[in-house]
């Protein structure tokens, strides 16, 4: 069987989620210290999201480790969909954060409260926004690079903490030139529904994740290419079902062949077949069920209704 077939164990990637958590704990200080010099509600919610992407660091970097485990007696094919459980954590944890935002808001529209200090406080927030843009961007990348759900899920999660300060620190700005007070609880409102939208997305991209929901389209349409070449050889495939589990891929599918065939041929165009959709993707685990292409029994597949 081609190596690429079999588990391999996952890359260690839990220091980069350490590199979150660090952030995360700066950026709680700042945010608090800006919400401190002019009692914004809209500061201080920002501040208690920031405290959310510190929990689900700290999560993420758990399930990092969990995933950089191999395969073993009680988990023969790894830990991969630990990943899975970290981003819907980090999911509801950002639904909670909206919660808390929407309450404090309210109840600040219903009592007004002056503002001091906002050019300090301002400056401070926004120390605190390219800091966490700039980690937010890296982790999205690192985690597309190596197919982490977990970190990309982590770096989404910073960079909604940056649309929500931004959206704070605008609402603050225009209360300090207006004098408007109402709008500082209103921008926040505003900023939680948006965050809201974000955490309902990331939870059901999890859960598709836990349910084994199979490949997307353009990548199943990559291993038909494949497939369609070999065709050309007098073989057949059917009964293609794919799927992912964190940042694995896997395909299973039976290959006909003529039925005069040794195992040692069918063995070998298997090889080539597992070679060539391996050379297309990382991380790429096939199962191949050799059939002889005359028998009728050979057509028959897993009912899918």
């Known amino acids: 069987m081609n190596p690429g077939a079999g588990p391999r164990t996952r890359q260690d990637l839990s220091r980069f ?3 979150s958590i ?3 704990l700066v950026v709680i200080g700042l945010k608090i210290l800006a919400w401190r010099l002019t009692g914004s509600v809209g500061l201080l919610s920002d501040a208690a999201e920031s405290a959310v992407n510190l929990v689900a660091a700290i999560a993420a970097f758990v399930a990092l480790k969990v995933v950089a485990k191999p395969a073993d007696h009680d988990h023969n094919f790894g830990h991969t969909k630990a990943e899975y459980f970290s981003a819907v954590l980090e999911g509801v944890m950002i639904v909670i954060a909206a919660v808390v935002i929407l309450v404090s808001a309210i109840d600040r529209l219903r009592n007004p409260q002056a503002l001091e200090q906002v050019g300090l406080g301002l400056a401070i927030s926004v120390a605190a926004t390219v800091l966490n843009g700039l980690v937010g961007f890296y982790l999205i990348r690192v985690g597309r690079r190596h197919r ?5 899920a982590d770096g989404k999660h910073l960079l909604t903490d940056v649309w929500t300060t931004v959206g704070v620190i605008v609402g603050v700005l225009l209360v300090a030139l207006t004098g408007w007070l109402p709008l500082d609880p209103l921008i926040a409102i505003a900023v939680a529904v948006n965050i809201l939208v974000v955490g309902a997305r990331l939870v059901w ?3 598709a994740g836990l349910m084994d929901a199979a490949l997307p389209v353009e990548e199943r349409a990559q291993i038909d290419a494949v497939l369609d070449r070999h065709r050309a050889s007098g073989i057949d495939f059917h009964d293609i079902r794919t799927r992912e589990s964190g940042h694995e891929r896997f395909v299973q599918l039976h290959m006909l062949v003529p039925g005069e065939w040794t195992v040692q041929r069918a063995h070998d165009v298997t090889e080539e077949v597992e070679s060539d959709l391996s050379a297309v993707f990382d991380d ?3 199962t191949v069920h050799i ?7 050979a057509y028959e597949t897993w009912r899918l209704d």
């Open 17 to 19: 989620a350490l590199l």
């Open 22 to 24: 660090v952030v995360s």
């Open 148 to 152: 982490s759900l977990a970190l990309e």
């Open 205 to 207: 991209q999890s859960g």
């Open 284 to 286: 790429l685990r096939i």
């Open 291 to 297: 059939e002889p292409i005359d028998d009728p029994r």
